[in-house]
């Protein structure tokens, strides 16, 4: 789908790790990025290490830097957008890995808060921290997410997000 970008300019590809943690994306994406040498990266990073209570915030923080520092400079990405991790919602039917949602909603913000300012106030050459916009009303949580609170549904969720990814990249061209 390409992101609804020209295909003759740019070659959208998309990566995920099922079950993706800090510690699998260094092992498997980065051998990844060497492969495919992308000029641009759109990282949605962090939220399954900020379920892990053995965690800290401050750990988490310092893996996505690391992360981004990696890619930036050892790989020579030319621009690294860290994105904005998204909220929970309670599950309306039973899932297999429960987590306390105001509890996690409440590291995500001390996250996402830490991760904006540091990317801010550290101006690191080409590394961007992305917010997501149209998914924090409680109205907008139950349009966007499936009924067990933790993945983007189809209809909407899926459509807002990409479109917001496409924001990200299309900046990250401009500047």
């Given amino acids: 789908m390409n992101l609804g970008l020209d295909k003759s300019r740019e070659h959208v590809l998309l990566r995920g790790y099922p079950g993706g943690n800090l510690e699998k994306i260094k092992k498997c994406g980065l051998d990844y990025v060497k492969l495919c040498k992308p000029e641009i990266i759109v990282l949605q ?18 893996g996505i830097i690391e ?3 990696k890619l ?25 890995y429960k ?7 409440k590291r995500c913000d001390e996250l996402n808060s ?27 949580k139950q349009f966007a997410f499936c009924d067990y ?20 990249v299309v900046s990250a061209r401009k500047s």
């Avoid at 790989?75 to 039917?93: A, D, G, N, T």
């Avoid at 987590?99 to 909603?105: E, L, S």
Wanted: proline share 2%; aromatic share 14%; hydrophobic share 40%.
């Fill in 114 to 140: 830490f991760l904006s300012h540091y990317f801010r106030e550290n101006r690191m050459d080409n590394v961007s921290f992305w917010k997501h916009s149209g998914f924090w009303s409680e109205r907008s």
């Fill in 99 to 105: 987590v306390d949602i105001k509890w996690f909603n």
């Fill in 67 to 69: 992360v981004a520092m």
């Fill in 149 to 168: 609170g933790v993945h983007l549904n189809i209809n909407t969720g899926y459509p807002k997000y990409y479109s917001s990814i496409r924001a990200a």
């Fill in 72 to 96: 930036r400079f050892c790989l020579e990405v030319k621009k690294v957008i860290i994105c904005q991790i998204l909220h929970r919602l309670s599950p309306q039917k039973r899932i297999r």
């Fill in 45 to 62: 990073i962090g939220s399954n290490d900020l379920c892990n209570f053995t965690n800290s915030v401050q750990d988490v923080a310092r």
